[in-house]
Structures are given as C-alpha cells and as structure tokens.
C-alpha cells in the first residue's frame, strides 16, 4: 500500500509545498492539505503503518524527522523544532513516541 493510494498526489503536492521553508511546518494544515483530517480512521491507520518504518507500532522521533520523504522522496527533513512540536503535540502518555491512537486523534481533531 501506498500514500496515493489513500491520499491524491496533487493534495500531497500541495501540503509539501506549503511547508518547503525550514520552520513552516504545521502538522494541522499539513493534514487538511494532503487530504488526511478528513479521511475515515481506518485510512489513517493505514497511513499510520505506512509512516512507521520500522513497524514498531509507533513513530518514534527519528522517523518523524523525515515524514515529509514519506510522503514526497526528495522533500526536506523537518527541523528538531518542527519534530519536538509534532511529537509533544501527539505524544498524550509522554513516551516520546506516536502511537496508532494518539496519531489517529491528532489527525481527526
């Protein structure tokens, strides 16, 4: 399974672009943008699996580092900032990680 087969090129397109400049990066914009916020929970789970790399069953903070590649291969890392932000946005048991959950409800919120 792929990001496009969930989400339309042409939406990703345009959530990369909106957030090229290092520091722009906006996780809820960048949702509304590529399409995500408003998929059912069961496509953001698989977007969920398909961004956590090594399968562990969370997106750890150096996967969250490249998710934009995820999405574009080419596109930017985020910034340590832009990934501290991300991760303390989602992370609700501070384990320093996304679980399924959290990263579902970030999503739909």
Do not use: H
Request: aromatic share 10%; with cysteine.
């Amino acid at each position: 399974m792929s990001l496009t087969s969930i989400l339309s090129a042409e939406a990703i397109d345009k959530a990369i672009k909106d957030c090229q400049a290092p520091d722009s990066f906006c996780y809820k914009k960048f949702f509304q943008l590529c399409g995500l916020s408003s998929k059912t929970p069961k496509e953001v789970k698989d977007v969920f699996e398909i961004l956590d790399d090594d399968k562990s069953g969370y997106i750890e903070e150096s996967e969250l580092k490249f998710f934009l590649q995820r999405f574009v291969p080419g596109a930017r890392v985020l910034t340590e900032a832009e990934t501290k932000a991300f991760i303390s946005a989602a992370d609700d048991d501070n384990d320093g990680m996304i679980g399924v959950e959290e990263f579902r409800s970030m999503v739909l919120s």
